[in-house]
């Protein structure tokens, strides 16, 4: 059976923002290294620093660049990518408790995309200071 290693990271959760977003990227394990360091060339190429988020894409050709040489790499190789899109106002279980319907919301999106996969998956997310069961 593969072994999968799947990152996710989300946008937009906080006040203010309209939608959010969850993104997850799975590589294969025996990818991973190769992986790594094609990320890394590109990210020194571009020339940047520190993290990039996406509200200062949009007023940065570098980091402009870097997102779609980003992209184009992670078209062409064995990775897959996976995201949900959810407006806040529509989503009646959001305005009642905000933490369980991003949980919801994520657990679908990892269910989603592991569907047709027939690998052990391991998702690493960024650290968070609340919990959830599943």
């Known amino acids: 059976m593969e072994e999968v290693?799947?990152?996710?990271?989300?946008?937009?959760?906080?006040?203010?923002?309209?939608?959010?977003t969850i993104g997850i990227i799975a590589i294969p394990k025996s990818y991973f290294v190769e992986f790594n360091q094609k990320i890394s060339d590109i990210y020194d190429r571009s020339g940047l620093q520190g993290e990039i988020k996406w509200e200062k894409v949009r007023k940065s050709a570098g980091q402009?660049?870097?997102?779609?040489?980003?992209?184009?790499?992670?078209?062409?190789?064995?990775?897959s990518f996976h995201a949900i899109a959810v407006s806040k106002q529509p989503y009646r279980k959001w305005h009642?408790?905000?933490?369980?319907?991003?949980?919801?919301t994520y657990d679908?999106?990892?269910r989603e995309s592991s569907r047709s996969k027939n690998a052990k998956i391991t998702?690493?997310?960024d650290q968070k200071s609340?919990?959830?069961?599943?």
């Open 64 to 79: 402009i660049n870097l997102c779609i040489d980003t992209l184009r790499f992670v078209l062409t190789s064995p990775v």
């Open 108 to 110: 679908y999106l990892i």
């Open 96 to 104: 009642s408790n905000e933490e369980a319907a991003f949980y919801t």
């Open 123 to 125: 998702v690493f997310a």
């Open 130 to 134: 609340n919990s959830y069961a599943k």
């Open 5 to 20: 290693f799947a990152f996710a990271d989300e946008s937009g959760t906080s006040k203010g923002c309209p939608c959010y």
